[in-house]
């Protein structure tokens, strides 16, 4: 096993979530052109029993939230990514955060992405059971849970006695 220089660990997280965030965008966004090419405004296509792919538009956050206010949707997002980023480059050597870290910054930035070009977030993954979503959607509820595990998960039986010496 090979030696890493201090701070590598560090770079290499840093690089590994920049690469998953421009992946998370580029799905995003081509997942999303397709359906917008495919779909008219409104249009519902079944996919199969309580799944249809449905072309609707969200102008606020999750769920609607904050609806009709450009402005305090921007605030929230960019608040919370700030804070995100600022976290992660104070922890980034902590194994695997990179991993829901790149998927929350890359879900984030693919419906910001969407804001800046018509206002609205695409959303076209409509389960009868759920409010309508898209791929970025996916990836930061993975990546908030993926936060979640990685913070506050199992801890190796190594680190759990030198935490009670």
Do not use: H
């Amino acid at each position: 096993m090979a030696i890493q220089a201090p701070g590598r660990s560090r770079e290499v997280a840093l690089g590994r979530a920049l690469a998953l965030t421009g992946a998370v965008v580029a799905a995003d966004q081509i997942t999303k052109a397709v359906a917008v090419s495919r779909l008219a405004r409104g249009e519902q296509v079944n996919v199969f029993f309580g799944i249809d792919l449905t072309s609707t538009r969200n102008t606020g956050v999750a769920f609607g939230a904050f609806a009709g206010s450009q402005a305090a949707t921007l605030i929230a997002v960019g608040v919370a990514l700030t804070l995100l980023v600022a976290w992660f480059v104070r922890t980034a050597a902590r194994p695997w955060l990179w991993l829901p870290v790149g998927l929350i910054g890359g879900g984030a930035l693919g419906n910001l992405a969407d804001r800046a070009r018509s206002g609205a977030v695409i959303d076209f993954i409509d389960p009868s059971f759920w409010p309508a979503f898209n791929v970025a959607d996916i990836a930061v509820v993975a990546g908030v849970l993926g936060v979640l595990y990685v913070v506050e998960g199992p801890r190796s039986s190594i680190g759990a006695s030198a935490r009670s010496a």
